[in-house]
Structure formats: structure tokens, C-alpha cells
């Protein structure tokens, strides 16, 4: 079946420490997106990505870094400079004209 | 800059009564819009779009929406509620005129549909 995986569901660490999220897609999107959701405020975009070895900040990109040496993947790395970044964090990808296809989602907690 | 209104944070409505979930957006180009319904602990999953065309969308389970250039309104409309459809509901918006595809959210609304 063709679809997004995020991994892990469930990630927790220490504060001041890295994390690094995964997305693999396998449906041939040239475009993928890292959205945060917070309880009240909906979706903000992170980062995103419309072709490979490219991307741009998103409304939120503060803290955040990420990579897209792959057309599947599009790692999410939160380094220690976020500074709130208990989150649920979604992934999604796009084709050409289609909508958006989100994975499950990663929810961090940071303590 | 685009942005999208969801004035309701939760909508109630009993099983078998029409239900509208309502939304607004602001865009300086033409609008591209989309209706989302998320589950507990889940990604989110399309339900249908606008681009052009008729300003009467149909979608998955029975919803359709209803697009007015006029009142920039794209409100989530269903003739029959279930119970099942109970779950967070998103309205997003991408602006056609700029060559930016990923999609501005509005802050969700709850629907929670009584038996």
C-alpha cells in the first residue's frame, strides 16, 4: 500500500538534546511538509520541500532543521534551540495537483 | 499572505440533524480549499476541495461544501449527522497565484455528534 510513515509515534527526551523525526513516503511526491500541531492552534508549517536537495522555511521554522537528499524522505531534526517542542508533529506529501496525504504523526515530549 | 478562520472551536448537533461546520479565508490570488477531518492520535484525511467549477463540492461520507467568492466562506456541510462523525474538522487554503503548494490550516473545529 502506498502511504507516509512517521517514525516513532511516541519519542520523549531529556531538554537540551537533538531529536531527529523520520518520514518515508512511497507514493512518488515530489513535494513533502512538516507541520506542528498544537491543541487550540491548529496546523503551523514548519518546513517544506517541493523538489529534492530543496526546501524552504515554513511560518515556524525557528529551531528546526531538516534534509531532502531523497525524493522519500524528509527527516525533521528539533534541536535544542526550539524552545517548546512538546508537540504532535505531522508529515505530508503532494503530487502534482493532489492533495496533501498525512502520515499518523510523531508526538515528542521533551522534559 | 493567506490565512484561514474557523470562528468555532466546537459545533454539537444530534444524530440525523444537518450539520455545518463553518469557515472563511483570506487570500490575495485565487483560492485553492480543502476540507480535512482528523481522529484521536492521527494524521489528518482529505474529504474534498475547490478549485473551480461549481461552487457545490461533494466529498467522502456524505459531506459537501459549499464555496462563496463573495462571503470568502467555504463552510462543511452534511444533510445527515452520524455519530461516527464525531472528529476534529480543518478548512485549509493554498493560494493558486504563487508558486508555494503547501496549505494554510485554520485552527480546527470539534464536532461532536450526539446519539
Known amino acids: 500500500d502506498g502511504g507516509i510513515t512517521q517514525s516513532p509515534k511516541y519519542l520523549f527526551r531529556k531538554e537540551g538534546q537533538n531529536v531527529t523525526l523520520s518520514c518515508e513516503q512511497n507514493?512518488?511526491?515530489?513535494?513533502m511538509y512538516w507541520y506542528r500541531q498544537d491543541p487550540g492552534q491548529g496546523l503551523r508549517l514548519i518546513y517544506y520541500?517541493?523538489?529534492?536537495?530543496?526546501?524552504q522555511k515554513g511560518d515556524i521554522a525557528e529551531g528546526y532543521s531538516v534534509s531532502r537528499e531523497k525524493k522519500e524522505s524528509f527527516p525533521l531534526t528539533v534541536t535544542s534551540a526550539q524552545k517548546n517542542p512538546t508537540a504532535f508533529y505531522l508529515c505530508?506529501?503532494?503530487?502534482?495537483?493532489?492533495?496533501?496525504?498525512f502520515g499518523n504523526g510523531t508526538r515528542l515530549t521533551v522534559t | 499572505a493567506q490565512s484561514v478562520a474557523q470562528p468555532e472551536d466546537q459545533v454539537n448537533v444530534a444524530e440525523g440533524n444537518p450539520l455545518t461546520v463553518k469557515c472563511t479565508y483570506s487570500?490575495?490570488?485565487?483560492?485553492?480549499l480543502f476540507w480535512y477531518v482528523q481522529y484521536p492520535n492521527r494524521g489528518l484525511q482529505f474529504l474534498l476541495k475547490?478549485?473551480?467549477?461549481?461552487?457545490l463540492v461533494k466529498g467522502s461520507y456524505g459531506f459537501e461544501a459549499e464555496f462563496n467568492k463573495s462571503q470568502t466562506s467555504f463552510h462543511l456541510k452534511k444533510p445527515s449527522a452520524l455519530v461516527s462523525d464525531s472528529a476534529l474538522y480543518f478548512c485549509?487554503?493554498?493560494?493558486?497565484?504563487?508558486?508555494?503548494?503547501?496549505?494554510?490550516f485554520g485552527s480546527g473545529t470539534r464536532l461532536q455528534v450526539q446519539p
Open positions: 507514493l512518488n511526491h515530489d513535494a
Open positions: 475547490y478549485i473551480t467549477g461549481d461552487n
Open positions: 485549509a487554503v493554498r493560494d493558486l497565484d504563487t508558486g508555494r503548494r503547501a496549505l494554510t
Open positions: 487570500v490575495s490570488g485565487n483560492p485553492y
Open positions: 520541500s517541493q523538489i529534492v536537495n530543496d526546501f
Open positions: 505530508a506529501s503532494s503530487g502534482s495537483g493532489s492533495p496533501l496525504h
